[in-house]
């Protein structure tokens, strides 16, 4: 049991570039979280996904960032044209159920520094 | 806006003293979990308590829950050098099918 994911561990792009961010979930669990915590301070929720279907995307920006989860292979948070403010740690969850009754299994995160 | 205020934002205190963190939410919850992250990592779950229940245990971690005064607590009792982490509490809204909404977290660091 693998756990939850995250490639790559360190990600540097200069600004303008694209950013991609992926996330294999645990084993069983068909529910993904995306969320961005800049330096000391708590988790922004971004996005939630099941397979192929964005359930709640309520905290992603409006323009540049896009995720998906397709049928097969590991979601994947995609920014583009990534400017300074991007730079943060981005983690992914997964969970097995609808609910969150069994709490969140997180990834060690993607740190995204744009330069 | 962030769900949960973690109190107090930093908290140093001697190994094996018991440390004290609380959590205060907004909105009604199904449930209200506990996790902890170690510098540069990810988060771990430590806990979670339901929205009908007052306290809950796990090892040397004592949650409790009051939904009248929407505030929950996180006891480390006997802490020890390992548990130096932020600790940041998580609500889930009484919906379902609803994503975790974290507070700002409490910096512990035990002093050796």
């Known amino acids: 049991n693998a756990g939850v994911m995250q490639n790559p561990r360190h990600l540097v792009r200069r600004r303008g570039q694209e950013a991609r961010l992926r996330c294999s979930p645990m084993?069983?669990?068909?529910?993904v979280y995306w969320y961005r915590q800049l330096p000391e301070e708590g988790l922004k929720f971004m996005v939630y996904l099941q397979k192929e279907n964005i359930i709640d995307e309520s905290g992603m920006p409006k323009e540049r960032f896009s995720a998906e989860f397709p049928k097969e292979g590991p979601s994947i948070l995609r920014i583009q044209q990534v400017v300074r403010g991007d730079s943060a740690a981005y983690f992914c969850?997964?969970?097995?159920?609808?609910?969150?009754?069994?709490?969140?299994?997180f990834g060690s995160g993607t740190r995204l520094t744009v330069v | 806006s962030q769900q949960g205020e973690e109190d107090p934002q930093a908290l140093s205190i001697q190994e094996g003293e018991n440390a004290t963190m609380n959590c205060s939410y907004k909105t009604s919850i199904n449930n209200l979990q506990w996790y902890r992250q170690n510098s540069g990592r990810g988060l771990v779950h430590l806990i979670l308590?339901?929205?009908?229940?007052r306290e809950k245990h796990s090892g040397r971690l004592r949650v409790t829950l009051d939904t009248s005064k929407k505030s929950s607590s996180l006891l480390i009792t006997a802490s020890r050098a390992a548990d130096t982490a932020s600790y940041f509490c998580a609500t889930e809204g009484d919906f379902g099918n609803e994503k975790l909404t974290f507070g700002t977290g409490t910096r512990l660091t035990i002093i050796p």
């Open positions: 969850a997964s969970s097995p159920l609808t609910d969150a009754n069994y709490g969140y299994t």
């Open positions: 308590i339901r929205s009908n229940e």
């Open positions: 084993k069983g669990h068909s529910h």
